[in-house]
């Protein structure tokens, strides 16, 4: 049987972390209590976690001519992901995130997007056949908003299906949601995009209305352990989380995305498809790391045989 292909077009950083009791407020120092340094970077997370959940995958990205350029690039030929369009960037460092995490799995993140800024609307042309035979793209936004345009604009042209993970949250036009065929905010992010406070369920509901009114045709709100919720046009539906214990929530909502993606180009019902994601979600916040985070699908499906 031959695997789903899932591309992605998305960042390459470096995440370095200290694990702390608690995370430091304004102006205060706390003292850490581990340092590690692992592979990060939105695009990178979901591309590595469709791969391990079993798609074909493809990496549309750009890095640094360094070290740290050269261990993502190596760390993706582990998870069988082709780098063909990975490039690298002669003047700007590789992506690089600074990251608290505390004992309760609570993460503070600052990003230094160095070689992603420069992935570009001519990389994703030059990676056009690739996104033609892809049955699914993965996009995200920490590059920049008119690359990821130019791949949703692309996708639409050749019909493939176009899932847009609207993270670091952003204004975004309504030409590009548009051309989204599933949008999967968190709740942070449906806010901005809404202006609707999520202080429920209900809360929640009136920005999905909100954001098909602007043209998506399906959104899926990421709701952490209550599950995600998805809306078309058939209405609304919750499907529910699983709990478990969280040491680090970092990439959670990137291990979604990625295995999202691959439940839906192996053709999966929408409802089987997200309680895939969310078992794979859940799976993810009980490790460290982002990418050292993404489970195997045999990991994902013996969890789903469990709960």
Do not use: C
Not at 59 to 65: E, Q, S
Not at 125 to 145: G, H, M
Not at 228 to 240: K, M
Not at 287 to 294: C, E, K, L, N, V
């Amino acid at each position: 049987m031959n695997k789903p292909v899932v591309v992605v077009v998305g960042s390459s950083n470096t995440d370095m972390i200290v694990r702390v009791k608690r995370l430091p407020r304004a102006g205060e120092t706390v003292l850490g209590e581990e340092f590690l340094t692992m592979s990060g970077g939105k695009g990178a997370n979901q591309a590595v976690a469709a791969a391990r959940a079993g798609a074909q995958v493809s990496l549309i990205a750009r890095v640094g001519r360094d070290t740290f350029g050269d261990r993502a690039i190596a760390g993706y030929a582990d998870d069988d992901i082709d780098t063909t369009h990975v490039s690298r960037d002669r003047s700007r460092a590789s992506g690089a995130a600074l990251i608290f995490v505390a004992r309760d799995g609570a993460n503070s993140i600052a990003v230094a997007s160095g070689a992603n800024n420069t992935l570009s609307p001519l990389h994703v042309k030059r990676a056009s056949a690739a996104i033609a035979a892809a049955d699914v793209l993965l996009l995200q936004l920490e590059t920049p908003l008119e690359t990821v345009e130019a791949a949703a604009r692309l996708a639409i042209g050749k019909g493939v299906r176009t899932i847009l993970n609207p993270a670091p949250a952003r204004p975004l036009p309504d030409l590009l949601l548009r051309r989204v065929s599933i949008l999967t905010p968190n709740e942070s992010e449906a806010e901005l995009l809404t202006g609707i406070r999520l202080n429920g369920i209900s809360a929640v509901e009136r920005a999905v209305r909100k954001l098909m009114r602007r043209g998506v045709a399906q959104v899926i709100v990421t709701l952490g352990a209550r599950g995600a919720l998805i809306a078309n046009e058939h209405g609304t539906e919750l499907v529910p989380g699983f709990r478990v214990r969280a040491v680090d929530t970092t990439a959670a909502g990137d291990i979604f995305n990625g295995a999202l993606a691959v439940a839906l180009a192996e053709g999966q019902p929408l409802h089987k498809s997200v309680r895939m994601a969310n078992a794979a979600a859940a799976l993810s916040v009980m490790r460290m790391g982002a990418q050292p985070s993404a489970p195997a699908r045999r990991a994902i499906d013996q969890f789903l045989s469990l709960v």
